[in-house]
DNA sequence: TGTAAAACCGGAAACGTTTCCGATAAATAT
DNA sequence: ATATTTATCGGAAACGTTTCCGGTTTTACA
């Protein structure tokens, strides 16, 4: 009870404070604050140790406010608990943190208004700059990003981006479709499938799918609600049900793949025998599973760290550099699920 | 070339531009953007469609100066690429957004030294709260708690915490390694070994160890750096170069399962027939492995809500309730990594 | 129509920093 | 010794909001 009115009452120590206790003015506690000269060694000392006392923490709104910084930048993506995106977390805020910056974090949900609406926010947070992995790309978010005026790094999980974004983009060479494709037609599999989320999310995946093949079957297009492993077992069970199944599946991405095979297993479908299976991301459970998957590998922490990169730079520069763009190229790992046991290659 | 000049000589637009050109006071377009009354229907269109004209949106750092809040709280955690990290982030963040704020994300490394350089950092980010996760806890990092004089919410991955701790607590009930421990006898095995992170880490997993045995084998007894699959991969080559293996594994979670069994998968060794495994945290990939992973699970997206919501409660009553201590009973799961196919609960 | 109350609005102070600029003290040069 | 430079420091003005307080206008009521 007395520790609560103590908390309440407890009044932020301020820069006047500090000054007030050490005999000098505010101006040189400032000075010894950012310890950039203009100020003898022995005052500075004493300030420091002031501050010690006093457990003095200056107030980074008033330092924005008046440097017009927040050495935050923020980051969007759809769903931190799918696939690689944690890696991109991770590595976009080890690349910030080195450079002095904090990330906040924002779900999107790869949701086509979402991705709109958090957009506008983050313009109100003023922000040092974003990182930003769309999914649903509404119509209107490019020209969205082109008005901000913020720094802004895309992630380009899934679209053809026009050539005067004025952002930087860092994206998949958008091949690991043709890569999975061509895969599955090359082990002689004639009657290909394509498990997926819905239609306008990472449209690129399923063109890729349209475009190898000469006409496509719509029996064998399955558009899921997400990415999840959930996705994936309906997927099957949908697959499951038609008088004439497939002969390989390619995933939109591993979960689905996984949830796939888990489905299959259940209900006596061998994989790869009766059909082979191949997803995109390559995460570690690719590797874990039974069989393990074919996958296409897309380097998330590699792209995060760049896309960060990329934005602190502009950042630093104040903009004042060419929009970069550039392409991670896919690797496709064949597994078990889409040729015989060990017979691949590692990751 | 042009576009970068534009943009760099794009000032930004203030309050008082806004007023200026809707020929109000600064005050009027305050209350205009905080709708709370005090202004007439009419004034109010007018300034809005001003606002939305010059593309106004205020500046965060100075309304945080001015009303001492941030609407921003941190989320500490070891790592954001494990287990069950992403879904207490992901419910952390949904709670967050719900009262308005948004969450700054910080992986600590599960480090000692980097918790408590966290905390001193996260004081000087002025947030208006924080959701930490330690795994490390060094000595000073309660006290320090203790001593921010901010709202504070911890989830208790591990350890025991002092009874007069300044922070709400949300944590498992510290059973989880018991029911495991039990689990494993229950099934009559004898030669029970231990595979987990350095000691210092979770201990609490390990005392359960400790604590449900007569006596402790000291070879059965495996730390390695983390809690990762590798680490799970190098347990198993461990227990395999011992002259007599265990015929159970209590791995400290499920990632060092999996990458246990992994490796018995190539060693030839099978699971469970020769050795039993169990880990802990229930995360999806448990039921997608052959065989599927015994676990105890501990609902993470269930803890990160309710942190995040005790936190918020604790904000915005201005830290004037009692500490709250709220423990999750955790759950066994049985699988095939312990006992026959087919033979178990789903989660 | 006149008056009291209510609604609406603007000026200015504050929030806690950084930084410009001028002033003083110390150091160096003459 | 004085004159000049240099190092060190303090005052005060910003940064862009919110909000108190007082003043004006409108509305309501008699």
């Known amino acids: 009870m007395e520790r609560d009115i103590e908390m309440a009452n407890r009044k932020k120590v301020t820069i006047e404070d500090v000054a007030k206790k050490a005999g000098v003015g505010i101006a040189t506690v400032s000075r010894a604050l950012n310890n950039q000269g203009g100020i003898s060694a022995a005052t500075k000392a004493k300030i420091v140790q002031v501050i010690e006392e006093?457990?003095?923490?200056?107030?980074?709104?008033?330092?924005?406010?008046?440097?017009?910084?927040?050495?935050?930048?923020?980051?969007?993506?759809?769903?931190?608990?799918?696939?690689?995106?944690?890696?991109?977390?991770?590595?976009?805020?080890?690349?910030?943190?080195?450079?002095?910056?904090?990330?906040?974090q924002i779900n999107t949900?790869?949701?086509?208004?979402?991705?709109?609406?958090?957009?506008?926010?983050?313009?109100?947070?003023?922000?040092?700059?974003?990182?930003?992995?769309?999914?649903?790309?509404?119509?209107?978010?490019?020209?969205?990003?082109?008005?901000?005026?913020?720094?802004?790094?895309?992630?380009?999980?899934?679209?053809?981006?026009?050539?005067?974004?004025?952002?930087?983009?860092?994206?998949?060479?958008?091949?690991?479709?043709?890569?999975?494709?061509?895969?599955?037609?090359?082990?002689?599999?004639?009657?290909i499938a394509y498990a997926g989320a819905p239609k306008d999310k990472i449209e690129e995946r399923y063109f890729a799918y349209e475009q190898s093949l000469p006409h496509v079957d719509v029996s064998l297009v399955y558009f899921g609600e997400d990415f999840s492993f959930e996705t994936g077992r309906q997927a099957?069970?949908?697959?499951?049900?038609?008088?004439?199944?497939?002969?390989?599946?390619?995933?939109?991405?591993?979960?689905?793949?996984?949830?796939?095979?888990?489905?299959?297993?259940?209900?006596?479908?061998?994989?790869?025998?009766?059909?082979?299976?191949?997803?995109?991301?390559?995460?570690?459970?690719?590797?874990?599973?039974?069989?393990?998957?074919?996958s296409v590998s897309i380097m998330g922490s590699e792209v995060g760290r760049l896309a960060a990169e990329l934005l602190l730079k502009r950042i630093q520069s104040a903009g004042a550099t060419e929009y970069e763009r550039v392409e991670f190229e896919p690797r496709l790992i064949v597994r078990e699920s889409s040729v015989a046991a060990n017979y691949y290659t590692r990751p």
């Open 236 to 294: 099957a069970n949908y697959f499951y049900s038609l008088k004439h199944m497939p002969d390989a599946i390619y995933a939109v991405n591993d979960m689905v793949a996984i949830g796939i095979v888990n489905r299959f297993k259940e209900l006596g479908v061998r994989v790869p025998e009766d059909v082979a299976i191949a997803g995109i991301d390559n995460n570690l459970w690719s590797t874990v599973t039974t069989p393990q998957i074919t």
């Open 109 to 191: 949900l790869g949701n086509a208004r979402l991705e709109l609406e958090t957009l506008r926010e983050i313009k109100k947070l003023h922000v040092d700059g974003l990182v930003m992995m769309p999914l649903a790309y509404p119509k209107q978010l490019e020209s969205l990003i082109n008005q901000t005026g913020m720094p802004i790094s895309v992630i380009n999980y899934s679209k053809r981006l026009g050539a005067d974004l004025r952002a930087d983009v860092v994206g998949l060479s958008r091949q690991e479709g043709r890569l999975v494709m061509e895969h599955l037609k090359q082990i002689g599999r004639t009657r």
């Open 54 to 104: 006093m457990g003095f923490t200056p107030n980074t709104s008033a330092q924005s406010l008046k440097i017009r910084q927040t050495y935050q930048i923020a980051l969007a993506v759809p769903d931190i608990r799918n696939a690689i995106i944690p890696d991109i977390a991770w590595s976009v805020e080890q690349a910030a943190k080195q450079h002095g910056y904090r990330v906040v």
